[in-house]
C-alpha cells in the first residue's frame, strides 16, 4: 500500500508538474495559456510576458568580420482590452550607411480559443510597417491580427548589425508581470565586454565555455609553365573559445509607477553591456571607452560636435548688436540666451549630435538640442566668456553607470567663472540662467572643454524654488468664504506654471482652476511676470466659495488652507526602493489671514508645532495665532534637497502624514 501511494503521489505530482510546464517554441501555445483569465500572481494585470528568449551573438563574415545578431522570441497574453497595446511591437535600428542595421520579423501569429479549439491568425503584409524615425534611427513596427481579451501572441525578431561595441540593453522587467525572461550572450575570446546588471532582483547567472570554428575560404589564380592559369580553392580553419553567458530571470513583477520617481527604468532589473577590449591573435589588446574622459574626447572630435563650435561667421554682425553696451557676465549671458531662445526654436529632436549644422539651423530658425545649444556656447565663448558644452542625459533616456558614447542624447552650456557655474538651454522658451528644463534635470552631465580635458557637473538645482501664497478671507454666518489671493511663483515652480497656461484661454484656465479648488468663482483675476521670465510670475484673484467650510449643530469647521489643504499622503508604499526624486529642492509657504463672523468666538484653533526631518532635509512649520475676529496662521514646507535617497523614505513618508494630518485640522467657530 505504502509503494502504491508513493507511486499515485509521483504520477499526481508530474501530471500538476507537467500542466503547468510551459513549452517555450514559438506555434505551441497551449489551451490552458488561452483559458487564463487573469494572471496568477497579479490579478490587476492587463497582459503578461508568459516568456521572452534572447540569443546575443558574434558571427564571422568573410565580407565583414565580426558582426552582431540578436534573435528575440516571445509570447505574451492578453488579459485585458487595456492590455491592447502589448500586441504591438516596435523594434529600432540605426540608418547610418556604414553601420546600416537590418530588422526582420517572423513567426508572428495571433492566437485565440474559438469553440474549446486553438485559432491561429497570422500577420499579413499590411501589418508590418518601416518608419524614418530622424536621420539616425529607423524603426519596423508591426500591428498584431484578430487580437482579442485572452488571446495569446506570438513573434520572433532579428536584429542584424554590424556594430559589435553596444549591444542593446535587456529588460528582465516591464510594466506588465514576466513570467520567464532569458538573455544568452555568446561572445568568442577575441572580445572584452563590461557588463552591468542593474535592479533588485538579481538574474540567475550561468557561464559555459565552448569550442568554435571560423572556416575562412580563400582562392589564388596561379599561372603554370605553359601559360596556363588555374585557381586553387583553399580553406582555413581557426578555433576560438566561446563564451556563453546565460541569464534567467522568473516570475518577475510588474515595474509600479511610484510617485516622484526620476525614470523607472533607472532601478529595472536588466543588463548594460559594452565593449571595452579586443585582443586579436598576433595584435596589442584595444582599449575602448575606458573611462567618461576618453568618451568625451571622442565625442569632442566628432565632426558635428566640436567643430560646430568654431563656426562664428554667420551669427557675428547680428551678436555685436545684442551685445552693444553690456558690460557684465550677467547681462552677456541673459542677453544671448535670450537672443538665442528668440533666433531658433527647437524642433524636437535630441541628440549631442548636430543635424544639418548650427549655420543651417541658424538661417532656418529651427533646430535639434545640439544645433541650439553648441551655437548657444559658440555665442558665449564670442562673448568672452568661458563657455564649454555639458553632455547630458535626459530623464526619458535613463542613467547610465559606466562610460560609453550611447550614455548621452542632450547637450545645454554651462560659464565656468571661478568656482562659480551657471547651466544654460536655449531649447526652451522658459528657460533661464540655472533653471533649466525637467528633462535635463537628471543627476550629472560632463562638462567638455577645449583643451579636451572634462568634469562631472552636478544638473540638480541647489536654491529652492519658492510658492507663496497669501490668502486673506472671510467667513459670514451661513459659512461663505469670501477671499483674495496673490500666488508668486519662482525659478522651476515658475517655469512649469509658465508651460502649463502656454497658449491656453484665460477663461478656460480659470474654470479649470474653479473646478480644482472645489468649485470656487473666481473674479478679478490678473497675471503679472508671465513673459519676463527675470522676474516671479504672480496671480491674484478674488474668489468666493460655498464649499469650504461645514455648518454642524450651530458651529462653523474650516480648514484654515482651504482649497490648498492636501487629503492624501502621496507615499502609500510600505518600504521604497527607488530614491524619490523631486526633480528640484522647493518650499511652499502659506500667509493666512482670516476674518471671523461678528457674533462668532474661536473655540478651537490649530496648535503650532515645527516637524524635522532626518536633520535638515525637510523642514515643516505651522505657527497659529488670534486677536479678536482675526486668526494670523503661517505654514511652510521646505524639502532641501532634489532627491531623498530610499534609506530615508520612511522618515519621509512619516513626514509627510504628520504634516497632512495637521493641514487637515480645523478651525472650529462657535456662537458667542
Request: proline letters at 3%.
Amino acid at each position: 500500500m505504502k509503494t502504491k501511494f508513493l507511486l499515485t503521489s509521483a504520477i499526481l505530482f508530474l501530471t500538476v508538474f507537467n500542466s503547468n510546464a510551459q513549452d517555450f517554441r514559438l506555434g505551441k501555445v497551449s489551451i490552458e495559456e488561452l483559458k487564463q483569465k487573469v494572471h496568477p500572481k497579479d490579478s490587476s494585470a492587463v497582459a503578461a510576458v508568459l516568456f521572452e528568449k534572447a540569443e546575443n551573438k558574434m558571427v564571422f563574415s568573410q565580407s565583414n568580420g565580426f558582426e552582431t545578431e540578436l534573435v528575440v522570441r516571445a509570447r505574451i497574453k492578453i488579459y485585458k482590452k487595456e492590455g491592447y497595446e502589448w500586441a504591438n511591437k516596435k523594434v529600432r535600428y540605426y540608418l547610418d550607411s556604414n553601420l546600416r542595421e537590418r530588422v526582420s520579423f517572423a513567426e508572428v501569429a495571433t492566437y485565440n480559443l474559438v469553440d474549446g479549439k486553438i485559432e491561429k491568425t497570422k500577420l499579413k503584409s499590411d501589418g508590418e510597417f518601416d518608419e524614418e524615425v530622424n536621420k539616425y534611427w529607423g524603426q519596423k513596427k508591426i500591428v498584431m491580427p484578430n487580437v482579442k481579451e485572452g488571446a495569446v501572441i506570438e513573434y520572433q525578431y532579428t536584429l542584424y548589425s554590424p556594430s559589435i561595441g553596444n549591444p542593446r540593453d535587456w529588460y528582465f522587467q516591464s510594466d506588465i508581470p514576466v513570467n520567464y525572461s532569458e538573455y544568452i550572450s555568446c561572445v568568442p575570446e577575441y572580445f572584452v565586454f563590461n557588463t552591468n546588471v542593474k535592479g533588485f532582483i538579481r538574474p540567475k547567472i550561468t557561464v559555459e565555455k565552448a569550442n568554435k570554428v571560423i572556416v575562412i575560404d580563400s582562392k589564388e589564380r596561379v599561372v603554370g609553365r605553359m601559360g596556363v592559369a588555374t585557381t586553387n580553392f583553399n580553406s582555413d580553419n581557426i578555433n576560438y573559445v566561446e563564451t556563453r553567458t546565460t541569464y534567467l530571470a522568473e516570475n518577475m513583477p510588474a515595474i509600479k509607477e511610484e510617485a516622484f520617481v526620476n525614470n523607472v527604468r533607472n532601478y529595472t532589473t536588466s543588463l548594460e553591456q559594452e565593449l571595452s577590449m579586443t585582443k586579436y591573435p598576433n595584435a596589442m589588446p584595444k582599449m575602448f571607452s575606458t573611462n567618461w574622459e576618453a568618451v568625451v574626447k571622442t565625442i569632442y572630435e566628432y565632426d558635428d560636435f566640436g567643430s560646430e563650435l568654431n563656426k562664428t561667421g554667420y551669427f557675428e554682425d547680428d551678436l555685436k548688436v545684442v551685445l552693444a553696451g553690456l558690460n557684465t557676465q550677467d547681462e552677456k549671458i541673459n542677453a544671448i540666451l535670450k537672443f538665442v531662445k528668440s533666433a531658433v526654436k527647437w524642433n524636437d529632436y535630441y541628440g549631442y549630435s548636430c543635424n544639418d549644422g548650427v549655420r543651417k539651423a541658424y538661417k532656418d530658425k529651427t533646430g535639434n538640442i545640439a544645433e541650439i545649444n553648441l551655437m548657444l556656447t559658440a555665442m558665449l565663448r564670442y562673448a568672452g566668456l568661458n563657455a564649454n558644452p555639458v553632455l547630458v542625459s535626459t530623464r526619458s533616456n535613463g542613467i547610465s553607470f559606466f562610460p560609453n558614447r550611447t550614455a548621452f542624447n542632450y547637450v545645454i552650456a554651462a560659464v565656468e567663472n571661478g568656482d562659480d557655474m551657471i547651466l544654460l538651454d536655449g531649447s526652451d522658451p522658459f528657460s533661464v540662467p540655472n533653471v533649466l528644463p525637467f528633462r535635463a534635470l537628471n543627476w550629472l552631465g560632463r562638462l567638455v572643454r577645449k583643451d579636451g580635458t572634462s568634469a562631472s557637473v552636478d544638473l540638480m538645482p541647489k536654491k529652492a524654488s519658492v510658492e507663496l501664497n497669501a490668502l486673506n478671507y472671510s467667513i459670514n454666518d451661513k459659512g461663505e468664504v469670501l477671499g483674495k489671493l496673490r500666488c508668486q511663483k519662482t525659478a522651476h515652480n515658475a517655469m512649469l506654471f509658465r508651460e502649463e497656461i502656454k497658449g491656453v484661454k484665460e477663461d478656460t484656465y480659470l474654470e479649470k482652476l474653479e473646478n480644482a479648488n472645489n468649485k470656487i468663482e473666481i473674479n478679478e483675476y490678473s497675471l503679472q511676470n508671465e513673459k519676463d521670465f527675470s522676474l516671479p510670475v504672480i496671480e491674484t484673484y478674488s474668489f468666493v466659495g460655498n464649499n469650504l467650510s461645514e455648518l454642524i449643530g450651530g458651529k462653523i469647521y474650516v480648514n484654515p488652507m482651504l482649497f490648498f489643504t492636501k487629503k492624501q499622503n502621496p507615499f502609500k508604499q510600505e518600504n521604497r526602493e527607488y530614491p524619490v526624486d523631486y526633480g528640484f529642492p522647493f518650499q511652499d509657504k502659506y500667509a493666512i489671514n482670516i476674518q471671523i463672523p461678528e457674533g462668532y468666538k474661536v473655540e478651537n484653533l490649530p496648535q503650532s508645532i515645527t516637524l524635522t526631518m532626518n536633520g535638515n532635509l525637510g523642514v515643516f512649520r505651522y505657527l497659529t495665532s488670534s486677536n479678536g475676529n482675526s486668526i494670523q496662521i503661517s505654514i511652510s514646507n521646505q524639502i532641501n534637497s532634489s532627491i531623498v535617497l530610499s534609506e530615508d523614505y520612511v522618515a519621509l513618508k512619516s513626514y509627510y502624514q504628520k504634516m497632512i494630518e495637521k493641514q487637515n485640522e480645523k478651525i472650529i467657530l462657535t456662537k458667542i
